[in-house]
C-alpha cells in the first residue's frame, strides 16, 4: 500500500475529494520502524496519529497481574495486533487533546507508518475550515464507535468477574 492509499482507505479521511486528500497528505511525514521498534509507548505524552502504509503492529497494555498468592508483577499484554489492510488509525486522540498514551504499539515487524502531528493538523483545520470540520465529525465517529467498543468490553468483563466470584 503506498501513502495516498493509506490515507484514502482511513476511517477520517475517507470520501474526501482529491485535493482535500492531497492536503492531508501534505502533512504527513513518512516513519520507518524495525521489528520490535516502540511506535507509542503507554503513559508517554505524544502528539502524533500514525497510519499503517505497511507492516503490521501490536498494541499493548500495561496490566499487573497475579502469579501466586503474594506475587504480583506488571507485564505486558497484547490486546490485538493490526497490518496496512486493517486500514486502522492509531493515536488519533493526540490530536484533539494533549495527554498520555493509552495504550503501546509495537512494530510486529519492518513497518512504515504515516505520522500526522497535533500542531500541523490544527493549521490545516484553521486554514481550510470545510475540511475541518469533515475530518473531525469522522474523528467523532471513530472516537463514538470505540468507546461503545470499551463500553461493551467492560459489561462482558464485570459479567465474566460477576460469574467467576460467585462460584
Known sequence: ?????????????????????????????????????????EGKKEDSLYLIV?????????????????DFRETEKVLTHYSSDDNIILGEMALIKQDSRSA????????????????????????????????LFKLSELLIDRLKQSSQDITRLTTALSIALSR
Not at 507492516?55 to 498468592?69: A, C, I, P, Q
Not at 481550510?128 to 469533515?134: C, M, P, T
Open 54 to 70: 505497511n507492516g503490521e503492529v501490536d498494541v499493548s497494555k500495561s496490566l499487573t497481574m497475579k502469579f501466586e498468592e503474594d
Open 1 to 41: 500500500m503506498d501513502a495516498e492509499n493509506a490515507i484514502q482507505n482511513s476511517s477520517i479521511f475517507s470520501g474526501l475529494d482529491e485535493e482535500e486528500l492531497a492536503d492531508v497528505l501534505s502533512i504527513t511525514a513518512e516513519k520507518n520502524f524495525a521489528k520490535g521498534d516502540i511506535i507509542m509507548q
Open 104 to 135: 503501546s504499539v509495537l512494530a510486529r515487524t519492518d513497518c512504515t507508518l504515516l505520522e500526522i502531528k497535533r500542531d500541523v493538523f490544527i493549521k490545516l483545520v484553521e486554514g481550510r475550515s470545510e475540511l475541518g470540520v469533515k475530518i
